[in-house]
């Protein structure tokens, strides 16, 4: 079966840690990307790659890093840059130009 | 900048009709996409509206009108497992890739 898997489904780690999200598709889609959610929010947008080798900030980039080396994987860095980085990561594919995205299951990262 | 409103929260009875509005400001966008997510879950796409009018999948339905910046979501026949939280997103398209979304609408579904 064709889909995002993102690992662990929760994470924890200790502050001023940088901690990394995985995210691994097999739809064979050129287009990923990363966004935060915070409860009662919506999601937004961190960074996103539409073709390998190449990636561009979102709306909140601060404090994170990507790096996009094969088609079907785009890891997340959550630094210690990153002020308030407890929140639930998602990440997600597109065939063409984003307006149908697949998602992942999502980590739950918490930094304590 | 942009900017969506959604109502927090909203209410409906099993089987019956529910409608979720979305109000935005932009300066410009390609069209309005509709996302499910339930608690703990990975959202998942409904549908997009790249021109006004109505379109229907199944028992949902969605809605744009670009001189009136306003959308909506429609479920019909409303079901327990449509309890759940609904985000509309704007998307910016021309290369861009990137959706904005809303802060999304709380569904309760009651017996």
Not at chain 1, 34 to 61: C, E, H, M, T
Not at chain 2, 3 to 8: C, H, K, V
Not at chain 2, 67 to 82: A, I, P, R, V
Request: net charge negative; aromatic share 14%.
């Amino acid at each position: 079966d064709g889909g995002i898997t993102q690992s662990p489904k929760y994470l924890f780690r200790k502050e001023g840690q940088n901690v990394t999200l995985s995210c691994e598709q097999n739809l064979n889609h050129d287009a990923m990307y990363w966004y935060r959610q915070d409860p009662g929010q919506g999601l937004r947008l961190i960074y996103y790659s539409q073709i390998v080798n190449d990636f561009q900030k979102g709306d909140i980039a601060e404090g994170y890093s990507v790096s996009r080396e094969k088609k079907e994987s785009f890891p997340l860095t959550v630094t210690s840059a990153q002020k308030n980085p407890t929140a639930f990561y998602l990440c997600a594919s597109s065939i063409g130009q984003g307006s149908e995205q697949y998602f992942g299951p999502g980590t739950r990262l918490t930094v304590t | 900048g942009q900017s969506l409103e959604q109502p927090s929260e909203v209410t409906a009875v099993e089987g019956a009709i529910v409608q979720i509005n979305c109000t935005y400001q932009t300066s410009g966008f390609y069209g309005l996409s509709w996302y499910q997510q339930h608690d703990g879950g990975a959202p998942t796409f409904l549908s997009y509206n790249g021109l006004d009018g109505l379109e229907e999948t199944g028992r949902f339905s969605s809605f744009l009108s670009r001189s009136d910046s306003y959308g909506y979501l429609l479920l019909q026949e409303l079901q327990m497992k449509d309890s759940a939280s609904y985000f509309c997103a704007l998307f910016r398209g021309a290369g861009s890739y990137q959706l904005t979304f809303g802060k999304g609408t709380k569904l309760s579904v009651i017996p």
